[in-house]
């Protein structure tokens, strides 16, 4: 299965975001993921339209608005407008999933659902016609560095049956502690996209070789 890397932008220079993301581009990212915060859903606060709006001319690749944001309904069409290619929203922080993923679709993006650790999978089942992505957190949302919570590779591997099963197109990407070290598992559980942050900006040999490293672990 080809595996995109989509490097997570909170682990970049804030100081210095049109150079990461530019950076990051140029090494082959197949998208940039995108962690809004807003220290209700989650103890920390990032960045959110304004900053985004910034960057969208600064890379042509899709941009992926994660959102860790309480009430997503009531915001999230605004992502979509500067130009976000994709919204994920938490299932835990959508008190009406379906609506919400049709209101996504129906802004002009791609529609994804992320689960924390704890959440099951079958929360999901329902909706999975509204779905392009599903988002497997293998950390708890809201810092980046952690380490990878093992109990992530059965939900990536039941999630891959699910999306087999319904002939849909979906992603499945995975987020939290993917590094050198678990990017072949949770590619082998079946996920085909990588979110990754600081194994990919606190890299001492940089960000290309930090893609490529984990594209060819990933593939051979
Ligand atoms: C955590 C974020 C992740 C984070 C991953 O809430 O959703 O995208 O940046 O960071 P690493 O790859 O460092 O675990
Ligand atoms: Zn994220």
């Keep these: 299965m ?3 890397i989509s490097p997570s932008l909170l682990s970049a220079d804030f100081s210095n975001l049109e150079r990461d993301v530019r950076a990051v581009t140029a090494a082959g990212a197949d998208s940039l993921h995108l962690d809004v915060m807003d220290g209700r859903f989650v103890p920390n606060i990032t960045f959110g ?10 890379t042509d690749i899709p941009l992926i608005a994660h959102l860790m944001i309480v009430h997503p309904e009531d915001i999230l069409n605004e992502f979509v407008k500067i130009g976000c290619d994709s919204v994920v929203v938490h299932v835990e922080a959508s ?3 379906h609506r919400t993923l049709q209101q996504i679709r129906e802004a002009g993006a791609k529609a994804g659902v992320a689960l924390n650790p704890h959440t099951p999978l079958c929360m999901i089942e329902n909706v999975m016609d509204c779905l392009d992505e599903i988002l497997i957190m293998s950390v708890n949302p809201g810092f980046g560095g952690q380490a990878f919570i093992t109990s992530a590779l059965p939900k990536i591997k039941a999630a891959r049956q ?3 099963q319904s002939g849909r197109d979906i992603d499945i990407s995975v987020d939290g502690g993917v590094n050198l070290e678990t990017c072949s598992l949770v590619a082998s559980a079946g996920a085909n996209v990588l979110i990754a942050g600081s194994y990919v900006f606190d890299c001492p040999t940089g960000v290309d070789y930090a893609i490529n490293t984990l594209r060819e672990k990933c593939e051979s």
């Design 2 to 4: 080809k595996i995109q």
């Design 49 to 58: 339209i304004p900053v985004i709006k910034r960057l969208r001319d600064k």
């Design 95 to 97: 008190t009406h999933l």
């Design 162 to 164: 699910m999306v087999e």
